[in-house]
């Protein structure tokens, strides 16, 4: 039977058999909101790398350089972590070499997934799409802070599961808490996340206007997925 | 300033200080709730042992053992985990030694800290005051089950979270995603964890009396504590 999971940090991902799942990696705040507006504008890849240095040397290899760390855009790389640099016209067509401190980390840790889709709000329907038609079970992997839970990445699995819930029952206790969060917050996420740890650091990096938009769902129809180390749609 | 986190599995205690903290263990179902009514009842000691055939062995020492695995008695031990176990006057005075798949495994992960106390809802009340009139910064360390992430345990972090709440405000969003989760489920906890993995593994073993009892506040007021790896009040 068709099953869904939840994996709160990307710190317990080893508890978890992958081999014969899809797994969803979620950064709302900001790497996978990022990836999916990318996509929605045009970009031909994105190659996720968790390590700094290596991600920079790919600008010699023709790729644009997108990273953060701590939230903040990586000195030298061409583009940061705000969705907002991901919708112009000269993007369209490029390779991006990323890194973040915890969104390309996430997906490093689900590599041996059978399935690897990008989920954020902005895909969140095409998400659910996806995953209903699909075979395989569901493991969505929160990239959290620093290996810590958050509660935006926690938000979207638990819409996600919410979606899903009359055709998939969730067996485990992480589901069914992220559920229950996300049916408190739905109707003014913005609100309930303004006490949030991560909120309040970006709030401090005024990208406030970046954080209204990572909780708005269906923006865009794109579902981003990993194919031998390179995203694509 | 004094702070108070929650470490919703084991398997993230190594993200936290833990070197200047009270940490509070807690395993609801059912470690943690035998350990507090043992207490109650007049048992002098309790020993944790992470490992269970070095728990075996303390018998020869004079010690009770107590202990299990996967949420059934270990087959040649005195005692199992359900709390009622612990109320009869024949362990009065006794020194027990105890192993159980999450509890005594979170006790082990948490020594580090400056001080390890034992919660669950039976000292509610008696725990929270002990935390206030500490001085130092607080941990609630879950147990979970096998590292992941269960709701009962998030549930007793979140109701310490929530009656704090006028003295210290939590700063991290996994305090925050359990007192709002403890909001929720607060005027019936049963009804609220009837869904959980755990509670219909336990209700499985016919445990549904040691649910109850477990989940209900403020029966005891002893508050144990870790000394040089023994546990006492």
Chains 1, 2 share one sequence.
Not at 38 to 49: K, Q, W, Y
Not at 67 to 93: A, L, T, W
Not at 96 to 125: D, H, M, P, W, Y
């Amino acid at each position: 039977m068709k099953t869904i999971d939840v994996c709160l940090s990307p710190e317990l991902v080893h508890l978890y058999d992958v081999e014969d799942k899809t797994v969803v990696v979620v950064d709302i705040f900001r790497a996978t909101s990022c990836m999916v507006t990318a996509f929605a504008h045009g970009v031909e890849s994105i190659t996720p790398f968790a390590n700094l240095e290596i991600c920079r040397e790919m600008k010699a290899k023709g790729y644009v350089t997108s990273g953060e760390r701590n939230g903040e855009k990586v000195r030298g790389f061409d583009m940061g972590n705000s969705p907002f640099e991901y919708m112009g016209d000269s993007i369209r067509g490029q390779k991006i070499a990323f890194t973040t401190t915890n969104g390309t980390q996430a997906i490093e840790k689900a590599r041996g997934a059978k399935e690897v889709i990008i989920g954020s709000f902005l895909n969140l329907s095409s998400v659910v799409k996806n995953l209903l038609l699909g075979e395989n079970s569901i493991l969505i992997v929160c990239a959290g802070w620093k290996g810590k839970v958050n509660l935006e990445d926690t938000l979207f699995a638990g819409a996600v599961v919410d979606k899903l819930r009359n055709y998939i029952e969730p067996d485990c206790d992480a589901p069914l808490a992220a559920q229950q969060l996300y049916t408190i917050a739905k109707n003014d996420m913005v609100k309930f996340l303004s006490t949030s740890s991560h909120v309040k650091r970006l709030n401090r990096l005024n990208v406030f206007k970046d954080i209204e938009f990572c909780l708005t769902p269906d923006q865009y129809k794109v579902v981003p997925r990993l194919i031998r180390g390179i995203l694509k749609v």
